[in-house]
Nanobody, 126 residues
Framework: QVQPVEYGGGSVQAGGSLRLSCTASGGTFGSYSVGWFRQAPGKEREFVAAISWFGFNRDYADSVKGRFTISRDGAKNTLYLQMNGLKPEDTAVYYC???????????????????WGQGTQVTVSS
């Protein structure tokens, strides 16, 4: 059973940067697609970014394109989300997700992702 574990959340001022990391506790991500979702208070969970484990395909939400970069290190079994130019509206709990053996057809749909981390808080102040 793969359990994603997130690291790197925190508080930053607008315009700053943070890097989130995610590893797989209890196993490896293997050939799974992996990604990030986020949920702000009072809002629905929303897609942020995803990457196929071999790195050929990367997808981003329009709201983060050009500011966030998703990457992975297969040797370290780790997923990253580099967040630059942070805005107050990026404040949310960020969740690391993994697909399992079935590759998501629509990466923005939460139900396409099998494994979810517990989340890490990112707070951006103005």
């Amino acid at each position: 059973q793969v359990q994603p574990v997130e690291y790197g959340g925190g508080s930053v001022q607008a315009g700053g940067s943070l890097r989130l990391s995610c590893t797989a506790s209890g196993g490896t991500f293997g050939s799974y697609s992996v990604g990030w979702f986020r949920q702000a208070p009072g809002k629905e969970r929303e897609f942020v970014a995803a990457i196929s484990w071999f790195g050929f395909n990367r997808d981003y939400a329009d709201s983060v394109k050009g500011r966030f970069t998703i990457s992975r290190d297969g040797a370290k079994n780790t997923l990253y989300l580099q967040m630059n130019g942070l805005k107050p509206e990026d404040t949310a709990v960020y969740y690391c997700v993994a697909s399992g053996t079935k590759t998501p057809e629509v990466v923005a749909m939460p139900y396409q992702w099998t494994y979810w981390g517990q989340g890490t808080q990112v707070t951006v102040s103005s």
